[in-house]
C-alpha cells in the first residue's frame, strides 16, 4: 500500500490503537512486527517468504559468528550472508537481464527466461539493510542481536521497508527497542514531514505528467522538448523519492522513531562529491562504507582511488536496475568523482588561487554539477540504449540550434516552488541544525498550519493525475 | 497554545477543505470521472443520487449502451404509473460496454446510493464473449481506479462516495489543470454529445440513413448467435454454451446480493438496432438462439423474463446498427411494456414517411447531428424550441446566421431564424399547415449566409412545440 492512499491512512491509525496501547516493549516490537508484515505483505504475501528467508539466514549467521573469534569461520559465515543476499538479488533481479546480455552477443537463450518472475518490492532496500548489518557484526562495530523478534522488527520495520532509507542496526534498533515519546514536537514535525512529501509526490507526479509523453515517444518529440524533459525528469525524480522519504520519516516520528535524513537540497550542490553527500545518503554512505572501502578505498594512491570509485558506482548504477542503462549512468557518476577528485587535487597542490577564480569556480562548478547530474538522468529514465542513444541525438540538435519550448507559467510556478522549498531548506539546514529543536507556539502554529496547506495543495495535484508508482519501488 | 497547535494541522485541513468546496462548487468545473475512471457513470451515479433523493426507487435498469440509449425509463415509469395507478420510479443505469460482470459492478455501487424493489436487465443476445476481461472494459477501468478497492465492501464505497463527492476532490483535476495550464486538458468524449435525462436515460434524435447497409449488417448479428442442441445439452453446457465462466460466476453472485437485498430480478430482451428496425427477424434458428439465451440467463438469475418476439422498430428510432434513439427508445419501451403487463396501449398512429430517404450524401445541409423529431406543430404551438447539448465535446455556436431547417416530405427545407432564448436554447417559427401533416420531421441547425448554409454540430437535448 502506498502512503499517500485511504488505505494506508486507515492501517496507520489501527497501527497506532494497538501500539500505543501495548504494554511492554515486547508486545510493542512484536505489534510493529505483525504491522510491519501486514504492511509488505498487502503487495504480495508471496514476498514475505523472500523477506524472512534473509532475516533467518542473517540472524544466525549473526549469532554464529559473535560465538567464535577464528577469522576463518567468521569468514566463512559473512560469506553466506552475502551470498544469500547476493543470490536472492541475481535471481530475482538480474537473472533475464544476465541471459538477455548472452542474446545481444547472438547465443540463443530464449529459453532460458524465468518469466512471470516476480520482482519482490523493496528487494534491493532490505538486502542491502541485512549485509549491512552482517558486515558490521563481522568487522566487530555491531554486536549479534540476540532477540530475533528485535531483529527482524529492524528490516521488517515498515516506514523504511520497501524504498529505504537504508538503515543502519546501530542507528534503529536502539530506538525501535526503546522508541522515544510522541511528544507534541515530534507529531508536529511527523505531520509537517508527512505533508511535505505528500505535497512534493503530487509534484513528482505533475511532472510525470509532462514528461513522459516525451519519453515514450522520443522519435517524434522535438530537440527542446527531450533537452527540458530531461531536467523535468530530474525534478521529478527529486520530488519523487524525496517525498517519500518525507512520508517516511514523518511517519516514522510519530511512532517515536527517527529515520535518517536521505536527501539534503541536492540539487545546490556544487561538485559531484557534494552531490552524493545530499543524494540519497543512505545508499551512497553505504556504498562507501560496504563496497568503495572493501575495495579499498583511497588507500592505495590516485589510480586505485579512482578505479575504486568508477567500481562503486557502476555497482551503484546496477542496484538500480538491471539494464546497461543503469551501468552508464553509474559509469558517468563514477566519471564525474573521479574527474571531481583529480580537480580537487591538482587544486590542493595549487593554493595560490586568487578569492575571485575561487567564486567563479563555485559558481561554474554549481552550474556545470547540475548540468552533468541532469544529463544522466536521461539514462536512467529511457527504458531501452536506443532510447537514450536517440535522445543524445536530440540534445545535440539542440545545442546546435537551441530553442526553447513553451512552458505554461503554471510548471514555471511549480518549479519556482521546488526552488523555494530547498532554499529554505537549506537555510533551516546551515541555521537550525546546530540547535537542538523547540517548538514555540508561534512556530508551531505555523507549522501546523503549513502542513494542513501542503496536505490540501497535494491533494488538489495528486487527484486526477494517473498514479505514479514511487519510481524507487522498481528497485 | 502550544498543546493544542497540533490540532492547527487537522483544523487547518478542514477550514480549507470547507473554503475549497465552497469556491469550487460555484466554479463550472467538469468532472474528470477520477473515482470511477468512467465519467458518463459517475455523472449517472450523481443522477441517481439525486433521483433517489425525491422517492422510492421501484426499479434501476442495468445494461450497456444498448439500454443507455434504448431504453426509457421515463417512459416506463409513466407507463407503470398509469398501469399501477400509483407512481412509480425506474433509473436507467446502464453504461456502455457493460457486460453481466460489470453489472453486478454497477449493481454494488447502486445499492450504496439507494435501495431499489427491482433489477432488471435490458440486455441484448449476443455471441459468447471471451473470459479475459478487456483491457476496454468498464471492469477494467473500474478496478483501476480508487473505486476498485471498494467494490466488495459497502461500508467503504459509502465512505469513498462521500470523501469523492466533495467539490474539492471531484473537480481537484480541473481546479489543477486551470491553476497549471489555464485551461482544462480533459478531451470530449463521444457519450460528451448526448444529454442524460433525470431518469438517466441517454438521448440520441440521429437516426440511421443507409437501411440497405444497416439490413447487411442484420445478417451478421443473426448469424453470431446461435442455439445448443436440445438432445444433448445440460444445464451447465446450455449456460457455457452462452457465457462464458466470468459471466456465469457473476450471475451467481448477483443472484446471491440480490436474494440477499430483497429485489427481485427481471430481464427485458433487448437486442441491437439492425435486428429491430423495420420489421422483426423471422430467422427460425436466430430466434430459437435468442429464446434460449434469455431462458437460460433468467432460469440462472432467477429472474422473470420479458420478450417479445416481434418487435419491429421503423428506421427513424434507430440511429445506428447497435442503438435505437430516443423515438426507438420509446417504442421498445411501450412494446416491452405491453408485453409485460398484459395490456395494450393505444399507439398513435404516426405517419412514417421515412423523412430520410431524401438526404442527398453531398447535402451539406445535414450531418450526424441531424436530428428526427415529432411533429407536433399546429395552429397553437407553431414555434420549435431546441435545445442542445452543452458539454466541452460540443463547440460554442457562432453568436449570428443560425437557421432551423426541417425537412419536408417533397424533399424541400423550410428555412427560418433561430432566436436564442436562454443558454444553448433556440427557437423558430415555423408554418406547416400548407403541408401535408407528417409523423416526424428531420430537423437540424445551420449557419451561413442564404446562398451558403451548412450543417453545424448540434446535438439535441430536448425539443418542443411551443405557442
Known amino acids: ?475 | 497554545m502550544r498543546n493544542i497547535s497540533i490540532f492547527m494541522a487537522p483544523f487547518v485541513v478542514l477550514m480549507l477543505i470547507g473554503l475549497a468546496n465552497g469556491m469550487v462548487s460555484k466554479c463550472q468545473f467538469p468532472s474528470y470521472g477520477i473515482w470511477t475512471g468512467i465519467r458518463p457513470l459517475e455523472n449517472k451515479i450523481k443522477l441517481f443520487d439525486e433521483f433517489s433523493k425525491e422517492g422510492a426507487v421501484d426499479a434501476t435498469i442495468f445494461g450497456s449502451s444498448i439500454a443507455d440509449f434504448g431504453f426509457s425509463s421515463e417512459k416506463y415509469s409513466k407507463l407503470m404509473s398509469s398501469f399501477l395507478g400509483r407512481p412509480y420510479r425506474a433509473f436507467n443505469f446502464a453504461t456502455g460496454g457493460a457486460e453481466l460482470t460489470t453489472i453486478l459492478q454497477l449493481y454494488k455501487i447502486s445499492r450504496v446510493l439507494a435501495q431499489t424493489k427491482e433489477i432488471i436487465l435490458v440486455m441484448p443476445a449476443q455471441w459468447k464473449r471471451s473470459n479475459q476481461i478487456s483491457i476496454y472494459s468498464p471492469d477494467h477501468l473500474l478496478n483501476l481506479s480508487p473505486i476498485g478497492n471498494a467494490l466488495d465492501n459497502p461500508t467503504l464505497l459509502k465512505i469513498q462516495k462521500k470523501i469523492w463527492s466533495m467539490p474539492i476532490i471531484d473537480k481537484a483535476p480541473a481546479l489543477r489543470d486551470s491553476l497549471l495550464f489555464g485551461d482544462l486538458t480533459l478531451v470530449g468524449e463521444g457519450m460528451d454529445t448526448y444529454e442524460v435525462n433525470s431518469y438517466g436515460d441517454r438521448i440520441s434524435f440521429g437516426a440511421i440513413k443507409d437501411n440497405d447497409k444497416l439490413m447487411s449488417l442484420r445478417d451478421i448479428y443473426i448469424a453470431n448467435i446461435s442455439p445448443y442442441n436440445e438432445l444433448n445439452s445440460n444445464s451447465h453446457n446450455k449456460l457455457e454454451h452462452f457465457f462464458p465462466q466470468v459471466d456465469i460466476d457473476a450471475m451467481f453472485e448477483l443472484r446471491q446480493l440480490a436474494k440477499k437485498d430483497g429485489v427481485k430480478l427481471t430481464i427485458f430482451a433487448h437486442g441491437s438496432a439492425a435486428t429491430f428496425i423495420d420489421l422483426p427477424i423471422d430467422d427460425i434458428e436466430y430466434k430459437l438462439a435468442r429464446s434460449q439465451y434469455f431462458e437460460v440467463m433468467a432460469n440462472e438469475l432467477g429472474a422473470e423474463l420479458v420478450m417479445k418476439d416481434d418487435i419491429a422498430i421503423p428506421s427513424y428510432g434507430v440511429m445506428e446498427d447497435t442503438h435505437l434513439n430516443h423515438h426507438g427508445a420509446i417504442l421498445y419501451t411501450q412494446q416491452i411494456f405491453e408485453q409485460r403487463s398484459k395490456s395494450e396501449i393505444k399507439l398513435k398512429k404516426v405517419k412514417i414517411n421515412d423523412p430520410l430517404k431524401s438526404i442527398l450524401n453531398d447535402d451539406q445541409t445535414f450531418n450526424s447531428w441531424s436530428a428526427v423529431i415529432n411533429n407536433k406543430q399546429g395552429p397553437n404551438k407553431n414555434t420549435l424550441r431546441c435545445r442542445f447539448v452543452n458539454s466541452i465535446a460540443v463547440p460554442d455556436f457562432p453568436l449570428n446566421d443560425l437557421y432551423f431547417a426541417l425537412r419536408m416530405t417533397d424533399g424541400s427545407d423550410i428555412i427560418v431564424p433561430a432566436v436564442k432564448v436562454g443558454k444553448s436554447t433556440y427557437e423558430g417559427q415555423f408554418d406547416l399547415e400548407d403541408y401535408p401533416k407528417v409523423g416526424v420531421l428531420v430537423f437540424r441547425l445551420l449557419y451561413g449566409t442564404a446562398t451558403n448554409l451548412r450543417a453545424i454540430p448540434s446535438p439535441l437535448a430536448a425539443y418542443e412545440w411551443v405557442k
Open chain 1, 1 to 475: 500500500m502506498l502512503f499517500h492512499t485511504l488505505t494506508f491512512l486507515i492501517f496507520f491509525i489501527v497501527f497506532c490503537m494497538f501500539y500505543f496501547s501495548a504494554r511492554g516493549n515486547a508486545t510493542r516490537i512484536a505489534t510493529l512486527l505483525v504491522f510491519s508484515n501486514i504492511f509488505y505483505g498487502w503487495w504480495d504475501w508471496r514476498y514475505l517468504a523472500l523477506l524472512w528467508l534473509t532475516i533467518i539466514v542473517d540472524y544466525f549467521v549473526a549469532n554464529a559468528m559473535g560465538k567464535t573469534d577464528s577469522q576463518r569461520d567468521r569468514k566463512f559465515l559473512i560469506i553466506i550472508s552475502i551470498a544469500t543476499n547476493l543470490l536472492i538479488l541475481a535471481v530475482f533481479k538480474y537473472f533475464n537481464f544476465f541471459i538477455s546480455s548472452f542474446e545481444t552477443v547472438g547465443i540463443e537463450v530464449s529459453n532460458w527466461y524465468l518469466r512471470e518472475l516476480l520482482l519482490p518490492v523493496g528487494l534491493s532496500f532490505y538486502t542491502f539493510v541485512s549485509i549491512s548489518y552482517t558486515v558490521d557484526v563481522y568487522r566487530k562495530k555491531q554486536k549479534p542481536v540476540k532477540n530475533i523478534l528485535e531483529y527482524a522488527a529492524f528490516v521488517c520495520y515498515f516506514p523504511q521497508l520497501v524504498a529505504g532509507p537504508i538503515e543502519r542496526v546501530g542507528h534503529l534498533l536502539p530506538q525501535i527497542i526503546t522508541p522515544l515519546k510522541p511528544t507534541r514536537e515530534r507529531v508536529s514535525d511527523g505531520l509537517f514531514l508527512f505533508s511535505l512529501g505528500f505535497f512534493q509526490k503530487s509534484l513528482a507526479d505533475t511532472f510525470a505528467e509532462l514528461v513522459n509523453p516525451i519519453f515514450n515517444d522520443l522519435a517524434i518529440a522535438s530537440p527542446e522538448q527531450v533537452v527540458f524533459s530531461i531536467f523535468g525528469f530530474g525534478l521529478q525524480i527529486y520530488m519523487d523519492f524525496s517525498g517519500y522519504t518525507n512520508m517516511a520519516r514523518g511517519v516514522s516520528k510519530v511512532i517515536g522513531i527517527e529515520l535518517m535524513i536521505n536527501f539534503k537540497t541536492p540539487y545546490f550542490s556544487l561538485s559531484p562529491r557534494e552531490f552524493w553527500r545530499r543524494w540519497h545518503i543512505s545508499l551512497s554512505t553505504w556504498l562507501r562504507d560496504y563496497l568503495y572501502i572493501s575495495l579499498g578505498g583511497s588507500r592505495k594512491g590516485l589510480p586505485r582511488h579512482l578505479r575504486n570509485l568508477v567500481i562503486t558506482m557502476i555497482l551503484g548504477g546496477l542496484w538500480h536496475g538491471a539494464g546497461f542503462n543503469f551501468i552508464i549512468w553509474g559509469a558517468l557518476h563514477g566519471l564525474y568523482l573521479s574527474v571531481d577528485t583529480m580537480i580537487e587535487h591538482r587544486l590542493t597542490i595549487r593554493p595560490y588561487l586568487s578569492e575571485n577564480v575561487k567564486r567563479l569556480k563555485l559558481v561554474l562548478s554549481g552550474l556545470i554539477t547540475f548540468l552533468v547530474i541532469n544529463y544522466t538522468w536521461l539514462y536512467f529514465r529511457c527504458e531501452t540504449f536506443s532510447d537514450a542513444m536517440l535522445a543524445n541525438q536530440k540534445i545535440i540538435l539542440w545545442l546546435n540550434q537551441p530553442l526553447f519550448p513553451e512552458i505554461y507559467p503554471g510548471i514555471l510556478g511549480l518549479v519556482l516552488v521546488v526552488i523555494m522549498m530547498d532554499i529554505i531548506t537549506r537555510f533551516h539546514e546551515e541555521n537550525d541544525y546546530k540547535k537542538p529543536f523547540e517548538l514555540t507556539a508561534a512556530f508551531a502554529i505555523i507549522q501546523n498550519s503549513a502542513s494542513g496547506i501542503l496536505f490540501v495543495a497535494g491533494l488538489v495535484f495528486l487527484l486526477g493525475v494517473p498514479t505514479q508508482q514511487f519510481i524507487y519501488f522498481q528497485f
